[in-house]
């Protein structure tokens, strides 16, 4: 259910009808404010919150964008932008040693876990292959909306892919890592 929060803005763009990005792009703002609040409020550290800062800050870009200009360019490639920021941001975090899906891991890990070199690799494989799948999301993505079917069912197909591989591969991995633990 973490991922779920975590992408909570993301997942509010979505469902917003394309015609009205503008209020998408408010409202996953709104989302993406809302749970940097509350999670700092709840004691996280910033550098557990890299997907939902990253959120908030392109969503008031795409939100000013869109009110300054809702005819803008810019709206037939947002879904491709979208999944370029994420891949952005996740890549950012492995980059700088603190792979984003550490702060989601630890919400339900205990404290004497989080320092072990096997937490934090597979943190680090798990949040390359979110990498990986957003950034491949976005390749495709910008290849539909460069043939006009950018916020078409084939880009939801895609999408929504580029969400579930990696989560499926996250529970597979985590449970995987689980068991080598156990063994040990």
């Known amino acids: 259910m973490s991922y779920v929060r975590t992408f909570l803005p993301w997942i509010v763009f979505a469902v917003v009808p394309s015609a009205q990005w503008t209020w998408g792009a408010l409202a996953a703002l709104a989302a ?3 749970l940097v609040v509350r999670q700092r409020r709840d004691g996280a550290d910033f550098d557990a919150l890299f997907i939902e800062a990253g959120s908030a800050a392109f969503f008031a870009v795409l939100a000013a964008i869109a009110f300054a200009d809702p ?12 999944s ?3 891949a952005l941001v996740a890549g950012g975090s492995l980059l700088i040693g603190r ?5 989601i891991a630890k919400r339900g890990t205990p404290r004497e876990v989080w ?5 934090v690799r597979t943190n680090t494989v798990i949040t390359a292959v979110w990498t990986g799948a957003f950034a ?3 390749a495709a993505l910008a290849v539909l909306s460069r043939s006009g079917l950018g916020h078409s069912a084939a880009a939801t197909l895609v999408q929504a892919a580029g969400f579930v591989v990696p989560m499926l ?3 597979r991995y985590v ?4 068991a080598r633990a156990a063994a040990r």
């Open 115 to 119: 320092g072990l070199k096997a937490f």
């Open 169 to 171: 591969f996250t529970t």
């Open 99 to 103: 792979p984003f899906t550490l702060g």
């Open 32 to 34: 993406a404010v809302a």
């Open 136 to 138: 491949v999301t976005a």
């Open 84 to 86: 370029a920021t994420l």
């Open 175 to 178: 449970a995987s890592a689980q």
């Open 71 to 82: 005819a803008s360019a810019v709206h037939g490639y947002s879904a491709a932008l979208s």
